[in-house]
């Protein structure tokens, strides 16, 4: 509701589950004349249909020259703020102050958001103030007016303003300074940022990050991205046993982590982190831009549920950089949902990405994959793949419905597919395959099979490998066979539904092949 006059909310903690519309906070609605909110703690869903939305206040307002404030409080990792316009992990429109508070919320809107605050304002009364505060909470949208601190100011400030780089997945923001974990963290983070001793406490990097805590207000145990054991080396990789430590992978992309144990449902930390009512029902977060390695030792991931419709780069893995390797690992139960470059593994792949079991259920709008949406470089090698694979846009418009392939939607720059089974059942409109809806740029398919009970069904462009196949790509000793089908309208192929690039020494074998031009 509202907080007005000189009311303070002080020393509380506060579990919300709660939805509004506009002005909704964890703690207050809206703030306004001398109200504050001091030393509180927040942890749970903050959601509001329309604007103004904050993990503490959804606005605090400023007048006759008397601040609002937050101060000395914390929203935790496991609190998700989501809203329309004006959203932040703190406060979602800040005309008073904010100082001496943090935030790990997951922050999700359409504009106007920002890992802390959302929009700090500026009317005839003065503009908002920040003042040694921090973010590092994943911010789940893009496009205008998005930081990792503020999403929109007029003037900047920096007042030792910081927001985490990796955690927040941003790279800007309207106020603040953007830093990698390992200067926000450890022994040193206190006097690294420039905050103030007697109010903030800094913690040791024990197995993982571990950001500062307020003396006043502490959270046990300290936040931050943790372990199971390891340094992060090649020789010594980060240990990962459950689902808290996978995510926190994604603040450490490029070091060394390893899966020592199988993850399912029934691992801990499932429920808050991978389940679907995790995130507002969006399940598990995808971790931004491996270009470190990630080694799964053989180990089985399971019961991943990602749920991101209108999101970019969706999978495991959003982004896996040249320099990025995946291997060893698992995908059972899986069902990842996406707009476009849509995968199991990863949404953009152009690293390396090798010995790899996939059954599960990929929707995206275009260049969706079983395995990778978009391998644009590196390599994907050793793999098979069971399940789904459809590219779904909703309405009578399906012009969304590009490029869907059984291990990639788009196969392009050089990047090599090799040794590579499916049983999966493709269903997309235009440029739908086996394996890839899409080869082009010089890419290589070779040593690869459609087998058992593939199917692929589309309208245009359908193959049983390839929906198309450009003039500098290059398929080699592929086969569909088996109980295989593939359906379409017209240019349907067995191996390709049209092509003008290379393809030989390949075969089809008691495949279905149907279409009025084959």
């Not at 920040?130 to 100011?153: H, K, N, R, W």
């Not at 926000?184 to 913690?203: K, Q, R, Y």
């Not at 049983?423 to 809806?437: E, L, R, Y």
């Not at 398919?445 to 593939?454: D, E, F, Q, Y």
């Amino acid at each position: 509701g509202r907080q007005a006059g000189r009311s303070t909310v002080q020393n509380v903690t506060v579990a919300v589950c709660g939805e509004g519309d506009t002005y909704v906070g964890g703690v207050a609605g809206l703030m306004d004349g001398e109200a504050s909110i001091s030393k509180a703690a927040v942890s749970g869903d903050v959601t509001g249909s329309g604007c103004h939305v904050g993990g503490s206040t959804g606005q605090a307002d400023r007048s006759a020259s008397v601040d609002t404030t937050v101060d000395q409080s914390y929203v935790t990792k496991r609190t998700t703020v989501q809203g329309d316009e004006f959203v932040g992990g703190l406060v979602g429109n800040l005309y008073g102050s904010v100082k001496d508070s943090y935030t790990l919320a997951t922050v999700a809107g359409s504009s106007n958001i920002g890992g802390g605050v959302g929009q700090r304002g500026d009317n005839s009364e003065g503009a908002g103030r920040i003042q040694q505060s921090y973010a590092a909470g994943p911010v789940l949208v893009e496009g205008d007016s998005i930081g990792g601190f503020t999403g929109d100011a007029r003037t900047s400030q920096s007042n030792n303003i910081y927001y985490d780089k990796r955690a927040t997945n941003q790279q800007s923001s309207a106020d603040g300074n953007g830093q990698l974990p390992e200067y926000m963290t450890g022994a040193d983070a206190v006097s690294d940022l420039g905050f103030n001793s007697t109010i903030w406490e800094p913690h040791a990097n024990n197995e993982g990050f571990r950001y500062p805590t307020l003396k006043a207000n502490p959270q046990t145990p300290p936040p931050g991205y943790l372990f199971a054991g390891g340094s992060g080396t090649d020789t010594d990789p980060f240990k990962i046993t459950n689902w808290t430590h996978l995510n926190s992978v994604r603040v450490l992309t490029d070091e060394h982590v390893e899966l020592t144990a199988n993850l399912t449902s029934s691992t801990p930390g499932y429920e808050s982190v991978g389940n679907l009512p995790a995130n507002r029902a969006a399940g598990f977060t995808p971790i931004t831009d491996l270009t470190g390695t990630f080694e799964g030792n053989g180990r089985t991931i399971s019961d991943v549920q990602i749920v991101y419709p209108d999101l970019d780069r969706v999978g495991l893995f959003t982004t896996i950089g040249s320099a990025g390797v995946l291997r060893d690992v698992t995908l059972t139960n899986t069902s990842i949902t996406g707009d476009t470059h849509v995968g199991a593994i990863a949404g953009v792949s152009r690293g390396t990405v090798q010995n790899i079991t996939v059954d599960g259920t990929i929707t995206g709008q275009s260049n969706t994959g079983g395995v990778v949406g978009k391998s644009d470089g590196g390599s994907i090698e050793d793999t098979k793949v069971a399940g789904t694979v459809t590219s779904n846009k909703s309405g009578s418009n399906k012009s969304g419905q590009i490029r869907t392939g059984g291990v990639v939607g788009i196969h392009r720059n050089g990047a090599v597919l090799n040794n590579v089974t499916t049983s999966v059942a493709v269903f997309g409109t235009q440029k739908v395959g086996g394996i890839a809806g899409e080869v082009r740029a010089t890419a290589e398919i070779r040593n690869v099979s459609a087998t058992g009970n593939a199917s692929v069904t589309g309208e245009t462009r359908v193959g049983g490998i390839a929906g198309e196949v450009r003039a500098d790509a290059e398929i080699r000793n592929v086969s569909a066979t088996g109980n295989a089908s593939v359906t379409g309208e017209t240019n349907v192929g067995g191996i390709a539904g049209i092509t003008a690039g290379v393809i030989h020494d390949s075969i089809t074998r008691a495949v279905t092949v149907s279409g009025t031009n084959q």
